[in-house]
């Protein structure tokens, strides 16, 4: 009787990492391909409607005000005064964007609104008056709020915030979808698992920069159209940076999916894995530093921590948070590839 052992040893052992198979031929077929696909299946749609509800809904929320109070002084006034309302949105947004950006704390925020109420009802304009001369603002205040149009920095700053809750409708099912139906098998047959895997990345990634670019040039283009608060260039400029630092920071996202979708065999549990990595670790990392300070370094498992500085006035902050990028996207997708490389299908 033959001895089949060594044969089922062999099918049984794993497969083994060659990016020497690597053909960029086929990445780009693949991730052109995926890229048009997702457009058609119900990931990319529900993705494309839930990124432009959120991302106009934002802006709506942000312009309204503005938009208000330009109809009250054209009524009160006869015409709008752009200046003053420049002035009123920077006195407003000076303390929120301060909060965001972790250079005072809410309890900071709060006591320095109040006080200079308190001293003007006690009689004290003067004190008042120095202390709003001495808060000053921060470099990085200052420049999104006074150097940049600052309507559209307090969108960007609540966008980067939010886009990585949303990135996970379109980039759950890159490969668990055809794992658990066994199309790979098929496709297998004209190509390889390193192609398919960074093909069908490369194509999540292009349809969210699409999206993006489509929500930033509605945004500006409203802002502009609507407002006319900023010059044109100003705020063309000003678009172009933030689309490129959301489009940017929407990647080590999409590799983190990527990774949950090579390692399961279900979409569902593929997108529910994807909110709770997202999620989990902003919360814990919130959650935790209430009992414990250094638990707020758990937001560095993700961009989380550093990826505000996407919108810094300072080089060495923005080039930083766009190379930790990178190293969080080449960290989770090289994870990504060796779990498909490696898995049964």
């Given at each position: 009787?033959?001895?089949?052992?060594?044969?089922?040893?062999?099918?049984?052992?794993?497969?083994?990492?060659?990016?020497?198979?690597?053909?960029?031929?086929?990445?780009?077929?693949?991730?052109?391909?995926?890229?048009?696909?997702?457009?058609?299946?119900?990931?990319?749609?529900?993705?494309?409607?839930?990124?432009?509800?959120?991302?106009?809904?934002?802006?709506?929320?942000?312009?309204?005000?503005?938009?208000?109070?330009?109809?009250?002084?054209?009524?009160?006034?006869?015409?709008?005064?752009?200046?003053?309302?420049?002035?009123?949105?920077?006195?407003?947004?000076?303390?929120?964007?301060?909060?965001?950006?972790?250079?005072?704390?809410?309890?900071?925020?709060?006591?320095?609104?109040?006080?200079?109420?308190?001293?003007?009802?006690?009689?004290?304009?003067?004190?008042?008056?120095?202390?709003?001369?001495?808060?000053?603002?921060?470099?990085?205040?200052?420049?999104?709020?006074?150097?940049?149009?600052?309507?559209?920095?307090?969108?960007?700053?609540?966008?980067?915030?939010?886009?990585?809750?949303?990135?996970s409708f379109l980039a759950f099912n890159q490969i668990s979808g055809d794992v658990q139906n066994h199309g790979l098998r098929y496709l297998l047959l004209r190509t390889e698992r390193c192609n398919i895997f960074f093909g069908r990345f490369i194509g999540t990634v292009l349809f969210s920069t699409a999206v993006m670019a489509i929500i930033i040039a509605t945004i500006t283009f409203y802002l502009g159209m609507k407002t006319r608060l900023y010059p044109a260039p100003d705020l063309a400029i000003w678009a172009v940076q933030g689309f490129l630092a959301l489009a940017i920071l929407m990647v080590p996202y999409i590799s983190v999916c990527s990774l949950i979708s090579a390692s399961v065999n279900s979409p569902f549990l593929s997108l529910v894995m994807a909110k709770v990595a997202i999620a989990g670790v902003l919360l814990m990392a919130i959650l935790g530093s209430f009992a414990w300070k250094p638990a707020k370094y758990l937001l560095y498992a993700l961009p989380w921590g550093w990826q505000n500085n996407l919108l810094h006035p300072i080089p060495a902050h923005w080039l930083g948070a766009v190379f930790a990028s990178l190293a969080y996207t080449a960290f989770f997708l090289t994870l990504g590839y060796i779990r498909f490389e490696t898995r049964d299908l």
């Open positions: 009787m033959p001895d089949y052992s060594l044969g089922i040893f062999i099918v049984a052992s794993p497969r083994q990492m060659n990016l020497k198979t690597i053909n960029f031929a086929h990445i780009r077929l693949i991730s052109l391909y995926w890229s048009r696909y997702v457009v058609r299946s119900g990931s990319g749609l529900v993705y494309l409607m839930i990124a432009l509800v959120f991302g106009l809904s934002v802006a709506h929320i942000i312009i309204m005000p503005v938009e208000r109070l330009m109809a009250l002084q054209k009524k009160q006034m006869g015409q709008a005064n752009p200046q003053l309302i420049r002035k009123t949105i920077i006195d407003i947004g000076q303390p929120i964007i301060q909060f965001v950006l972790g250079i005072k704390s809410f309890e900071q925020v709060t006591k320095e609104a109040v006080s200079p109420q308190l001293r003007l009802q006690n009689g004290n304009s003067n004190d008042a008056q120095s202390d709003n001369n001495t808060s000053g603002f921060d470099p990085w205040t200052d420049f999104l709020i006074e150097k940049k149009p600052a309507l559209l920095s307090v969108i960007f700053l609540i966008l980067i915030f939010g886009m990585p809750f949303v990135i």
